[in-house]
């Protein structure tokens, strides 16, 4: 089972596809982070940055939800 920092993301349901996602997500949003990112307009922009790179460019993925939804992920829990 994939874990992130606070919670199982996977189990034996969970299509391969999101298995990668959450990966590559979580590898590039690493790279970018940095502590209290989440208070500053460049960390924001920056780690949407990173996550439009995986979601929309990469995995040619167009939705706003949820781009919105794994961007609140990230900011809560990142």
Do not use: S
């Not at 940095?34 to 993925?61: D, H, M, S």
């Amino acid at each position: 089972m994939i874990r992130t920092q606070h919670c199982p993301v996977k189990n034996i349901n969970t299509p391969v596809v999101v298995e990668r996602i959450v990966t590559d997500i979580d590898e590039i949003v690493r790279m970018v982070r940095f502590p209290g990112w989440q208070n500053t307009k460049a960390g924001e922009r920056e780690v949407q940055k990173a996550l439009r790179k995986v979601i929309y460019v990469k995995y040619k993925i167009k939705d706003q939800d949820l781009f919105d939804r794994a961007f609140g992920y990230i900011r809560q829990y990142y």
